[in-house]
């Protein structure tokens, strides 16, 4: 099965950055490539899930939502199995729990649909604050 464990995360003031770290492992049953969607989410108490950027490992071809584009930056390493989420001018609203998924299909290029994502890590907490 596939495992992802997320890091990078803390607190921060506004207008500071931090880069998040998502770690790829495993396989996935029943698929032959080594190329899959990887995506980044967050969410707070009350709201929905909300997802911010994915990334296709095969090309590096990049979706963002609106409210994360020209600030967050998603990038990859497939040496070490690894997707990066930039995250600068963080503002305070930006503050959540941010969560790494997974699927095997090629990422959707104008949304990140949390229910299209099959495996997910734990999450790693990003606090916002002056």
């Known amino acids: 099965q596939v495992q992802l464990a997320e890091s990078g995360g803390g607190s921060v003031q506004p207008g500071g950055s931090l880069r998040l770290s998502c770690t790829v492992s495993g396989t996935n049953p029943g698929y032959s490539s080594t190329n899959y969607c990887v995506g980044w989410f967050r969410e707070v108490p009350g709201k929905e899930r909300e997802g911010l950027a994915a990334i296709w490992t095969g090309g590096g071809q990049a979706t963002y939502v609106d409210s994360v584009k020209g600030r967050f930056i998603i990038s990859q390493d497939n040496v070490k199995n690894t997707v990066y989420l930039q995250m600068d001018s963080l503002e305070p609203e930006d503050t959540a729990m941010y969560y790494c998924?997974?699927?095997?299909?090629?990422?959707?290029?104008?949304?990140?649909?949390?229910?299209?994502?099959?495996?997910w890590g734990q999450g790693t907490q990003v606090t916002v604050s002056s």
């Open positions: 998924a997974q699927d095997v299909y090629v990422c959707s290029p104008r949304t990140v649909v949390a229910g299209e994502f099959r495996y």
